[in-house]
């Protein structure tokens, strides 16, 4: 989810955590869980520091080990720890830690349901798992996690009864997506009329309730792309992946290395220049005004040497605008 959404959630937990009566009858207790949960929820995404290594160190590891197994018990002791120091163990810290491992666990989980998914599983799996189920903003858990802090806020009921009924109503939400997802994704072969048994589809939720986009990948290696809207399914492109020497050389580049290790529907396109090659792969899942902006790119020489790269989110004319930058 965004830094937003994590921000609400990681506040909405301090609200839940008053149905602990050793957190409700003491307030010092109850900021020190408020710090706790707002960190918390946000502390996986802390690897947002490794785009200073640049954008393919931050791509390739960004969700991935910060957000593993190991990595959400050592966040829980970390700011539980930091927590006992300011407040100079005195903080009972079983409860305190109890309301911080929660609040990772629910930033790691809730971030498996979009698109972009995790690495949550690692060390058993290095598989980025991603349900596609919520989209990265979702304005009905930001909205009503506003408003229950809101309530909460002007006194408007005790926060222990707000905070139950809203994660009530998020997890019949999270219920509900999910059988949507699964739902569309059965409407799609339906209303494909060239749907073969060897095609893999996917849905990818959108900002809008009844809004998915798909991406079809065919048998040959091409992806199909499009979107069901009021339950008609649209093919708006066809993309042909390269099988040009050049898309094979690019492989071995450490900044289209991490790209790849991020994204399983990449497409290569090349077109080759007086001084080499250049060499686009596209994930042809984030489809934008008629161009894929999530690229890695790689030019290269006659010799197959590199000469510049970049990897990350750019249009086209920012993109040509950076690689200039590289390569003179």
Known sequence: MDTGTHLVMGIGLAGLATVDPVVASNPAIHM????????????????????????????????????????????TALITGILQLIYRGSLPWLHIGSWVLLAVCVHVFTDLFNAYGTQAMRPFTDKWISWNIIHIFDPFIFATHLIAIGLWAIGAWNPAGIFIVLYACTAVYFIWRTIAQRATL?????????????????????????????????????????????????????VICSDHPAVAKSRNDPAIRSFLYFT???????????????????????????????????????????VGSYVGWLSDDRLMKRLRMNTY
Not at 205 to 223: H, Q
């Open 264 to 306: 399983k529907f990449a497409c290569a396109d090349v077109k080759e220049h007086n001084w080499g090659y250049e060499v686009r792969w596209s994930d042809v899942r984030y489809r934008h005004r008629k161009q894929y902006p999530f690229v890695g790119v790689l030019l290269m020489d006659r010799d197959f040497k590199t």
């Open 32 to 75: 020190a869980v408020l710090i706790g949960t707002v960190v918390g929820s946000q502390a996986p995404d802390f690897d947002t520091f490794l785009r200073l290594k640049g954008n393919a160190s931050y791509i390739r590891n960004h969700r991935g080990i910060s957000h593993s197994l190991p990595a959400i018990a050592i966040w």
């Open 186 to 238: 059965r409407s799609v072969q339906r209303l494909d009329q060239q749907h073969l048994p060897s095609d893999i589809n996917i849905v990818i939720p959108t900002i809008s309730l009844d809004g998915w986009n798909v991406v079809k990948r065919a048998a040959d290696g091409s992806f199909f792309v499009g979107d069901l809207r009021k339950g008609k399914l649209r093919w708006h492109d066809q």
